[in-house]
């Protein structure tokens, strides 16, 4: 039986972290995980993000062990772990509920795991005032948990699930039942957690802006398959798909014929219109379909003079504006093109955007990216 308290002592020094290999999970005739292969790194803090249903859940309780996958495997640091049942896979699990025993102190929620364990008595306290500090919640030992808020709750929660030392945390949407402002300080506090206990964390969320925000690395789920692993900053830039650039962000869908390729650049057709884009490592032929993404930041409004020296570039009629603070939301509508969300630095552009009014908008040649339109 390999020990996953103590993976040293057999021999285990190579830093592997988890790997997923080709797991899926089908519930009846349902596929709801497909062929997943992932390597969380040790140490990583890496989210699972995707819409409800996507299969985040099931794939997290195969990670933990409480569901069994109908085919793949899982290995730590090289060894399966596929048959070794939740508690000796070592991992720690914060839900989306506090699942905090009401009648118990928050001393006692914290301490429980140390006590099923049997953890010598004064090993225990000790432990327990370790966490109490490390969650910040030294002066609330003896409270229960209905007399601290919810962040408070969720701070016991992660104290419990880092008292017994575990290789892994594994969270399942855990500020899903937190208030905006309180969500927003509470991430604050994990990325902080995180960087202090050095901890491998696999995060679930639906909540792009919380992935973006907090991970290392982020992987995009949809229908139960991987549509792309990246860091944050890639996975904004550089989406792969259609389902990727709307789901991480916003992005206008432009869907074109290509009429010329040479190796700087790509020039396509939508319509009558003809627009420029950088040439990309994919081979794209004459008459090629070309799908692009395009960031509604990337586009800016242009004056009709300057509008002859841009290379792409569209008039339309504001059919919607929405003042968001800094920046204002603008949706035009093309007879070329159809209708783009556009979004402008409030501080410029105010005095020229009105409902009605027909404006000139422009984007450079490697401000858009090719995606591709599958089903994920
Ligand atoms: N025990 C089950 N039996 C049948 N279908 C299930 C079961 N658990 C989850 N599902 C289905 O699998 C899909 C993925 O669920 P889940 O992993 O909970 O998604 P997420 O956490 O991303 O919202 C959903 O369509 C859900 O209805
Ligand atoms: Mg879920």
Redesign the pocket.
Known sequence: MIDMKNPSAIGITNNNGLRLKSLSKN?GE?T?VEDVNLHIKRGEFLTIL?P???????LLMIIAGFLEATTGDIEFDGFSIMSLRPEKRNFGMVFQGYALFPHMTVRQNISYPLEVRKGARDEIVRRVDEMLELVQLHSFGDRLPRQLSGGQQQRVALARALIFDPLVLLLDEPLGALDKKLRSDVQTQLKHLHRKVGKTFVYVTHDQEEALSMSDRVVIMNHGRVVQVGSPQELYERPSTIFASKFIGKSNILRGVVKQVDENEIVYIIGDKYFQQLASNENFSINDEIILALRPEKIKIVSCKVASNEVNILVGRVIDITYLGSTISVNVETDAVGEFILEVQAWCNQETLEKGREISFAWSLDAAFIVKDIKS
């Open positions: 519930f349902f709801a995707g409800s249903g996507s299969g985040k859940t099931t």
